[in-house]
T-cell receptor, first 114, second 109 residues
Framework: GAVVSQHPSWVICKSGTSVKIECRSL??????MFWYRQFPKQSLMLMAT?????????EQGVEKDKFLINHASLTLSTLTVTSAHPEDSSFYIC??????????FGPGTRLLVL | GQNIDQPTEMTATEGAIVQINCTYQ??????LFWYQQHAGEAPTFLSY??LDGLEEKGRFSSFLSRSKGYSYLLLKELQMKDSASYLC??????????WGAGTKLIIKP
């Protein structure tokens, strides 16, 4: 089946720094990518939807200036958490959708901000 | 390797009951999730199991047996709007989510 990778899988950073997370579709072209955040024992929360070559659509309550999303190619989307703070510590998951409706998810990135 | 197995597709009748099974082999276990996903939409959370037993939430229930590496999602009083894909996901010892490919549920009148 289709494979989506995320890098890094774990990241620990100091408060105030920026962190970039990459999401790649390895064997298909992803016209749409989704970014989710998940806190412990809670459901996935959709943060934003991005279509290749256009600006991301952010869900209500998600700060677009804090969570920068770039979907510059059909196989790569990046999420940059700018000026990270401890409350941004969470599990970030991307998913990708190609020509068919099936949405493939990445393994996730665990962010810890100290 | 890590693996999540669930049926590719199931068909059921409106008003009936359907059980969607999920078996897993993962490096450690830190919870099992079920998600519903309608075509063209993001998945929505249905249930979370970390202890053995049955979790009931309205028309949907989810069961877990950690010793058997097995879970099922039970949907009662099926409605046409329940036609969707149902995703099983397990969080492993590294807190990474291992996802099943999803079960497409077709509800017929």
């Amino acid at each position: 089946g289709a494979v989506v990778s995320q890098h890094p899988s774990w990241v620990i950073c100091k408060s105030g720094t920026s962190v970039k997370i990459e999401c790649r579709s390895l064997d298909f072209q992803a016209t749409t990518m989704f970014w989710y955040r998940q806190f412990p024992k809670q459901s996935l929360m959709l943060m934003a939807t991005s279509n290749e070559g256009s600006k991301a659509t952010y869900e209500q309550g998600v700060e677009k200036d804090k969570f920068l999303i770039n979907h510059a190619s059909l196989t790569l989307s990046t999420l940059t958490v700018t000026s990270a703070h401890p409350e941004d510590s969470s599990f970030y998951i991307c998913s990708a959708r190609g020509a068919v409706e099936t949405q493939y998810f990445g393994p996730g990135t665990r962010l810890l901000v100290l | 390797g890590q693996n999540i197995d669930q049926p590719t597709e199931m068909t059921a009748t409106e008003g009936a009951i359907v059980q969607i099974n999920c078996t897993y082999q993962t490096s450690g276990f830190n919870g099992l999730f079920w998600y519903q996903q309608h075509a063209g939409e993001a998945p929505t959370f249905l249930s979370y199991n970390v202890l053995d037993g049955l979790e009931e939430k309205g028309r949907f229930s989810s069961f877990l047996s950690r010793s058997k590496g097995y879970s099922y999602l039970l949907l009662k009083e099926l409605q046409m709007k329940d036609s969707a894909s149902y995703l099983c996901a397990v969080r492993d010892s590294n807190y990474q989510l291992i996802w099943g490919a999803g079960t497409k549920l077709i509800i017929k009148p």
